[in-house]
């Protein structure tokens, strides 16, 4: 069986990782949301100040870190858009659990 590492679950520390850039990239296209300029290069490069960009296994793990009930119904292997306020709950309950500096 192969399985595409979309559908991998990540370990604490790469989930780490991977919402750290995720939510840096959100926080990015929020400042450019600011003017009309931003909001077309947002609008151009998919980017969004309000949601993140994660496969279902991600999201899955995103929630369960965030400490809400898990849906039932996510696809592993579908893209789905998390909304920021989970990714950021999340990335404080694994920044606490891993000792990382803010």
Do not use: C
Request: without cysteine; proline residues 6%.
């Amino acid at each position: 069986m192969n399985i595409g590492a979309e559908q991998m679950p990540f370990e604490p520390n790469a989930l780490y990782r991977v919402l750290h850039f995720r939510i840096d990239t959100a926080d990015k296209a929020a400042e450019r949301a600011k003017w009309a300029g931003g909001r077309m290069f947002n609008l151009l490069t998919g980017q969004s100040a309000h949601f993140v960009p994660l496969y279902g296994t991600h999201v899955r793990q995103v929630l369960s870190w965030a400490g809400q009930k898990v849906p039932g119904g996510i696809a592993p292997a579908e893209r789905y858009e998390l909304r920021l306020d989970f990714a950021k709950l999340a990335y404080k309950a694994l920044r606490a659990k891993l000792e990382q500096p803010k």
